[in-house]
Structure formats: C-alpha cells, structure tokens
C-alpha cells in the first residue's frame, strides 16, 4: 500500500524557516508529480508547489521567492523549503503523489507561524 508520511511542521515566529519532508513507500516520486498543498481553518484546500518526474517545479504566486520544492531520489522524498514564514501560511500542509491514475494523499503536518 502507497504512503505518504509528511514530517517537519511546527512553531514558528514570522519571519522564519522551517523545512517539510514527504517520505513515500510502494511508489517511486523520481517517476511521479509531487505536490504541497495546505488547508487553512474555514478554507478550501489549495496547491502551494508541484514537482514533475524531469524536476520542473511550479508554485503559487503567494509562495514565490519564499518556498522551494525539491526531491531527493536517493531517500524517495520531498522536501518544502519554507523561508520568511508569514502568519497567512498557517495551515496543515499534505503531501500528495499522482501516479498512473492513482491519486495519494499523507496524513498533514501543522505549520503554524505565530509571534
């Protein structure tokens, strides 16, 4: 069975960094396309970054500059850079994998920025 485990969330002042993983099992992410969302408290889920199988990399306008989405093949994970954090990025953030038709979804991880 496919899984996605999301880790790295927390607490963190505005202005600040914190790093997601993705790590999969049962499904290869170097062939697949890889995305962050978030869901914030009243809001709809929405895509923050996607990676493609050849490594192109796509991002919401309100992340640009700020996150970097990445994938290591060798540990079949993907990372979300998050840097100069703002209060509007409070959100669970989820992992997701698209493959052969198939859509996978990881559990969350909290990110809350708060002074």
């Known amino acids: 069975q496919v899984q996605l485990v999301e880790s790295g969330g927390g607490l963190v002042q505005p202005g600040g960094s914190l790093r997601l993983s993705c790590a999969a099992s049962r499904i290869n992410l170097r062939f697949s396309t890889t995305g962050w969302y978030r869901q914030a408290p009243g809001k709809e889920r929405e895509l923050v970054a996607t990676?493609?199988?050849?490594?192109?990399?796509t991002y919401d306008d309100s992340v640009k500059g700020r996150f970097t989405i990445s994938r290591d093949n060798a540990k079949n994970t993907v990372y979300l850079q998050m840097n100069s954090l703002k209060p509007e990025d409070t959100a669970v953030y989820y992992c997701?994998?698209?493959?052969?038709?198939?859509?996978?979804w990881g559990q969350g991880t909290q990110v809350t920025v708060s002074s």
């Open positions: 990676i493609r199988s050849g490594g192109m990399t």
């Open positions: 997701n994998t698209k493959d052969l038709g198939f859509e996978y």
